[in-house]
């Protein structure tokens, strides 16, 4: 079946430094990626999303590139900030389905210091 | 006001208890999903509906039912409670897909349930 494999975490960062969160994932077929964040005490919320190999997703400073020759679709921000602290969930969506199942990894913990 | 609402935010129970948690949204989608949210597993999908008349068992539904009131409220019930139910519960909903066939979901802030 599908899966989605995030980075173990916590990761913790000094505000400014450099941000990759690594996600690969299994499917059958051709999948949408998405990346998904958490603040504190909310829901998720869409942060970006790729559709086809090569597409570039971003949002607020953060970036994805799809890669479907290393099946990876790995988050980077080049400063962050104490504010990007939350959590993120690397995601799939199989093309085709009838309906929105998304296939979550498990969330990657990101804390940001001053 | 936010466009997806669940009740209650927290809510801690015993075994063996009947829950229900509410999700309710004004986006004036058709969708509407339950996911369980546990800790180093993600986010799993319970029950989707894709309109009153439509409700769909999705990969972990065992000990769960669903009710769809209204295309605005979507409710999930724990009929006898158990332990490993403790879990963060999302409500979500989307529209239907367009041509670009993407449905992002929006989700509401979630509900902590405990069960002792």
């Known amino acids: 079946g599908d899966s989605v494999t995030q980075m173990e975490g916590p990761v913790t960062l000094s505000e400014e430094a450099f941000l990759t969160i690594n996600c690969t994932y299994t499917?059958?077929?051709?999948?949408?990626l998405f990346w998904y964040v958490q603040y504190p005490g909310e829901g998720l919320q869409l942060l970006l999303k790729?559709?086809?190999?090569?597409d570039k997703g971003s949002n607020k400073g953060f970036e994805a590139t799809y890669r479907k020759e290393t099946t990876s679709f790995h988050l980077e921000k080049g400063s962050v900030q104490v504010s990007d602290s939350a959590v993120y969930f690397c995601?799939?969506?199989?093309?085709?389905?009838?309906?929105?199942?998304?296939?979550f990894g498990q969330g990657t913990i990101l804390t940001v210091h001053p | 006001d936010a466009d997806v609402t669940q009740t209650p935010r927290n809510r801690i129970t015993k075994t063996g208890k009947r829950i229900m948690l509410e999700c309710s949204q004004t986006k004036g989608h058709d969708r509407m999903y339950w996911y369980r949210q546990d800790p180093g597993l993600g986010l799993r999908l319970i029950y989707y509906?894709?309109?009153?008349?439509?409700?769909n068992k999705g990969e972990i539904s065992d000990g769960y039912s669903v009710s769809r009131q209204a295309q605005a409220k979507f409710s999930l019930s724990l009929e006898s409670a158990i332990p490993n139910q403790t879990a963060l519960y999302f409500c979500?909903?989307?529209?239907?897909?367009?041509?670009?066939?993407?449905?992002?979901?929006?989700f509401g802030p979630g509900t902590r349930l405990t069960v002792l």
């Open positions: 509906s894709f309109d009153v008349k439509d409700i």
């Open positions: 995601a799939l969506r199989r093309r085709g389905t009838s309906y929105g199942k998304l296939t």
């Open positions: 979500a909903t989307s529209d239907e897909p367009g041509t670009g066939w993407f449905d992002e979901q929006f």
């Open positions: 790729a559709t086809k190999a090569d």
């Open positions: 499917a059958t077929g051709y999948p949408s």
